[in-house]
């Protein structure tokens, strides 16, 4: 078996530092991947390689400049590949494990940009949800009840979703330093 | 001027390296020779303080070659590292009388 697939690594590794010692630790036991791809939260394809030591940075960037990626690369990252906004770098090291964020408030600063985003996303989530309440009600106040059953499953749908952001953000919220 | 102060030791050392004009990965060189080799600025912290510090006006890109862009300080940014030094200056005073 010389090829793996990981399906929904990144729904499950939320934390970036997770996400990083999770390939790092992969790359140690000689797993490695070419290209990480849009659908890289959903599906990863890694190959057998001879053990490696990498330092990979998981960072989100939803408007990077023209600049964002050649100052990486002058610091001896290689960029791995994004997924939607989230790019992934890694550097090769011997010695000291690099740092692409430094301090302290840039590495709060790079997961708060994430904790955000799943902030929005979950408002967007709550918003469905909200009318089809408010939709299902008057339905059923104006005696449709077969139309407010009818969108039960969309709530639950929206909900389940809801619940599993709030927990992301809950676990961001907590490794806001790491 | 308040949001900046007290700034990030990062920010200060970024920001007085920007008094010449110089691009991402020499300021991570300036810093290093400057800390002797105690900061090590990496390049997500770099590009998160460059971006933030352009986007306030604190520094202005000012030539961009073989896609090194390069920085300078601006009028605003001298007079906030000005302040900036000054309450160090008065910080490393009274630290000094502690300890004397």
Redesign the interface.
């Known amino acids: 078996m010389n090829k793996k697939t990981i399906w929904f690594s990144a729904f499950r590794k939320v934390v970036p530092a997770d996400f990083e010692e999770w390939m790092e630790n992969l790359a140690k036991d000689g797993w490695n991947i070419d290209k990480l791809g849009q659908f890289g939260a959903f599906k990863i394809k890694l190959h057998k390689t001879e053990p490696k030591t990498y330092r990979y940075?998981f960072?989100l960037n939803v408007c990077p400049?023209?600049?964002?990626k050649?100052?990486?690369e002058?610091?001896g990252?290689e960029y791995v590949g994004r997924m939607s906004s989230c790019f992934v770098?890694r550097k090769e090291y011997t010695d000291v494990r690099?740092?692409?964020?430094?301090?302290r408030?840039?590495l709060i600063?790079?997961n708060k940009r994430l904790k955000n985003a799943f902030c929005v996303i979950l408002i967007m989530m709550l918003v469905p949800i909200a009318a089809a309440l408010v939709g299902g009600s008057v339905l059923f106040v104006n005696g449709d009840v077969g139309k407010a059953y009818a969108l039960i499953p969309f709530v639950l749908f929206f909900a389940g979703i809801s619940i599993y952001l709030s927990w992301v953000i809950r676990q961001l919220n907590k490794n806001l330093e790491r | 001027m308040k949001r900046f102060i007290p700034m990030?030791?990062?920010?200060f050392y970024i920001l007085s390296s920007l008094t010449e004009e110089r691009?991402?990965?020499g300021i991570?060189l300036y810093v290093q020779e400057l800390t002797n080799g105690r900061?090590?600025?990496?390049?997500?912290?770099?590009?998160?303080?460059l971006?933030k510090l352009e986007r306030d006006k604190l520094i202005i890109p000012t030539n961009?070659i073989n896609?090194?862009?390069n920085y300078i300080i601006s009028n605003v940014g001298r007079t906030i590292l000005i302040r900036e030094a000054e309450r160090i200056c008065e910080l490393s005073l009274i630290a000094k009388e502690l300890l004397a």
Request: hydrophobic fraction near 25%.
């Open positions: 940075v960072d400049k023209k600049d964002y050649h100052t990486y002058q610091f990252w770098w690099p740092e692409s964020f430094s301090d408030e840039s600063q790079r | 990030s030791e990062t920010m691009h991402g990965y991570m900061i090590v600025l990496g390049a997500g912290t770099i590009y998160q303080t971006s961009e896609r090194k862009k």
